[in-house]
């Protein structure tokens, strides 16, 4: 089985310089290994909320959040032989107050400040080696990616299996299931605040029958299993608008959730939206145009000025992504996609 995880992780320093970090206990997946505090981003829950309360829960540490840093990807085969695509979040937080402890019967059993020097001595998860510039163990990560690519193989054997079988689907997740009760689902998309050399703004607009229709939006979308979010990001966007760029940062972090609601066909759903937003540059633009197969989420794409992106009716996201990285002023709010 498939599964994504998204999760939330704080980078924090004290004024000694030293990072704040956490072993995984026993009974993980991974344990004994060291990485930044954080874990699960609840449904409906803020990712940034998140992330402050998971630091309190294992380190007893009361937290802000400055910003987002980065974001990451990574593959772990679970226990019952399942693949997991953790979305690692990575934000910059300081510390308001609190004791430092260890977390009392959790997922990690040691909370603790460590010197810059002494990182590479310890056993850190990839992705944590990553984040602070620190060489990864490449036994233990050449292993992992190996013990995922066998799962991925195997799934996919067991899924063409199962369709020549004629087996029936499963429920979409976050669709109705038994007695009309959506189930839960989380999505992970990237979107784009896209430019060229003459600073216009790359959009792309909603189909008919799709939640938002009709208005203008980042180019973007949910990224694939196995898929980092910037490389989903760049896919989505070759694919409603025919352009190639490249990504130089990470702008924002947010979530959209409005609790179980009906969607298309009047059909229960219950999805909660994580949504990260990078700066993107195409040096060499061309016209726009959907290169998606017809039906698809998008109705047509386009270059805009400023003025003239602000002056259409736009998304929440892209209207404060718009207003708030490129013009400095915004407008009256946009319906949330």
Known sequence: MRRRRIGAYGVCLDARGRVLLVRLAADSTQPGRWMLPGGGVDHGEAPAAAVVREIAEETGLRVRVRGPRDVYHDMIVDRRGGLVHHDRLIFDVDVIDGELRDEPDGSTDAAAWVD??????????PF????????????FAAAAESAARAAAARIAAEETSAALAGASAATAPGVAGPGGVPSRFQRFAAYGLVTDPADRVLLSRIANGYPGSGRWHLPGGGTDHGEHAAAGLLREMYEE????????????????YSGPALGPEGVPIDWHGVRVVFRVIVD?????????????STAEAGWFTVAD?????????AEESISG????????RRPAV
């Open 116 to 125: 810059a020097e002494e990182l590479p001595t310890l056993p850190l998860l």
């Open 128 to 139: 944590v080696a990553e984040a602070l510039g620190v060489t990864p163990d490449e036994t």
């Open 241 to 256: 608008t025919g352009q190639r760029g490249r990504v130089t940062a990470l702008l924002s972090v947010s979530h959209r």
């Open 284 to 296: 060499e633009p061309t016209a726009a145009s959907v290169m998606e197969a017809p039906g698809g």
């Open 309 to 317: 992106a602000l002056r259409l009716p736009l998304t929440e996201i």
């Open 325 to 332: 990285q490129l013009a400095g002023h915004r407008r009256g």
